[in-house]
Every structure is written in structure tokens, then in C-alpha cells.
């Protein structure tokens, strides 16, 4: 029989240092998207304006966050 030692090291995950949330979007119809931005709504308003000219209707849209996660010591 073989014993098993198990050993718990306390993790904390945050933001990654130096680095910012983006948020981009791009258009489900057509090979539109918009540039990377830290300004979520400016990038909702690219959508619309898009909508305005096109009449393109749905997006994706991605909330990008690098995080690092260290030994909470
Ligand atoms: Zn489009």
C-alpha cells in the first residue's frame, strides 16, 4: 500500500501587471471588425455606426483580459 503526501499552495489570480482589458467586435455578416480598444462603449458605437451603413445587425464581441496567477505568500 502506498501513501500518498498531498501538499496545498494558495494560487491568487489577478490582472496581469501593465497590461488593460480590450474589448473589439466583429461583424457576423461580413469581415468587418473594429481595432482592439479599452473603451467598450466607443466600440459599441463602431458597431452601430456599422449597422447605420450596412444594415448588418449582429456582432461578436470580445472582452479580452490577460491574467497571472501567483503563490499567495
Ligand atoms: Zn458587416
Redesign the pocket.
Given at each position: 500500500m502506498t501513501r500518498a503526501v498531498l501538499r496545498y499552495v494558495e494560487h491568487r489570480i489577478t490582472q496581469h501587471p501593465g497590461t488593460d482589458v480590450t474589448f473589439e467586435a466583429e461583424?457576423?455578416?461580413?469581415?468587418?471588425k473594429t481595432k482592439p480598444s479599452q473603451d467598450g462603449a466607443a466600440v459599441d458605437l463602431e458597431c452601430m455606426r456599422?449597422t447605420g451603413r450596412?444594415g448588418?445587425q449582429s456582432f461578436r464581441r470580445v472582452c479580452t483580459s490577460l491574467a497571472l496567477v501567483a503563490r499567495a505568500e
Amino acid at each position: 500500500m502506498t501513501r500518498a503526501v498531498l501538499r496545498y499552495v494558495e494560487h491568487r489570480i489577478t490582472q496581469h501587471p501593465g497590461t488593460d482589458v480590450t474589448f473589439e467586435a466583429e461583424c457576423l455578416n461580413c469581415d468587418w471588425k473594429t481595432k482592439p480598444s479599452q473603451d467598450g462603449a466607443a466600440v459599441d458605437l463602431e458597431c452601430m455606426r456599422h449597422t447605420g451603413r450596412t444594415g448588418h445587425q449582429s456582432f461578436r464581441r470580445v472582452c479580452t483580459s490577460l491574467a497571472l496567477v501567483a503563490r499567495a505568500e
